[in-house]
C-alpha cells in the first residue's frame, strides 16, 4: 500500500471512488432524489477540485502497486463542530473511506495513522469526527483510537436528517 497525497491529476478518479464508496456503504438509507443531489454537490469533480485547492482541508490518498485507489482520508484544520470544542485548537477528521472491497486489509489503520501525525504536526489539542449512529463499526474503529462520545449531531443529506455522533479525542 502506498500513501501519498492528493493531487489535481487524481480529482476525476478520486470523485469515482468517493461516490462508489459512499454509495456502497450508506445508499440504501437515502430516497434517489436526496442521494443523487448529495453526491453531486459534495462529490462531483468540481466539488473535489474544489476542495483540494483549499488551504484549510488536506488529502490522502491510499493506493495499491499498481496506482489503483484504495481509499482516502479528508482532514480539516479547523473542526466544524467548533461549539462543541473543549480544546483551543480543534481539527477535524472529514472523511475515511476504504475501498469497500478491501475492509479489513489495514487501509483505514493506515490513513488514520496518518490523519493524527498531521493533527499533531499542526498543533491540534482536539481532534473531532462526526459518525453515523448506526455506523458501528466506524465507532469502535475511531474507540481503538482513543475517541469518545461527545454529543448528537445532524447530518443532512437532501431532505434527510442522519442521527450523528460526534466522537472526538483530545491529544
Known amino acids: 500500500m502506498i500513501l501519498r497525497a492528493m493531487h489535481a491529476d487524481d480529482v ?5 471512488f468517493a461516490r462508489h464508496s459512499f454509495v456502497e456503504k450508506f445508499g440504501h438509507i437515502y430516497h434517489p432524489d436526496d442521494l443523487n443531489g448529495f ?13 483540494l485547492a483549499d488551504p484549510k482541508l488536506r488529502f490522502h490518498l491510499a493506493t495499491d502497486e499498481a496506482g489503483t485507489l484504495a481509499g482516502y482520508c479528508k482532514i480539516a484544520l479547523a473542526s466544524s463542530f467548533a461549539e462543541h470544542a473543549r480544546g483551543s485548537k480543534a481539527m477535524e477528521l472529514k472523511q475515511l473511506y476504504a ?14 495513522d496518518w490523519a493524527m501525525v498531521q493533527f499533531h504536526d499542526r498543533g491540534a489539542d482536539e481532534v473531532h469526527i462526526s459518525v453515523w449512529s448506526e455506523n458501528d463499526g466506524a465507532q469502535r474503529f475511531y474507540e481503538r483510537y482513543g475517541f469518545t462520545k461527545l454529543a448528537d449531531v445532524d447530518f443532512w443529506v437532501g431532505k434527510h436528517r442522519d442521527h450523528e455522533f460526534l466522537y472526538a479525542r483530545m491529544l
Request: aromatic share 4%; proline share 9%; net charge neutral.
Open 39 to 51: 453526491l453531486d454537490r459534495v462529490y462531483s469533480p468540481a466539488a473535489i477540485a474544489g476542495e
Open 12 to 16: 476525476p478518479e478520486m470523485a469515482r
Open 99 to 112: 475501498d469497500p472491497a478491501r475492509t479489513g486489509q489495514g487501509i483505514g489503520a493506515r490513513l488514520m
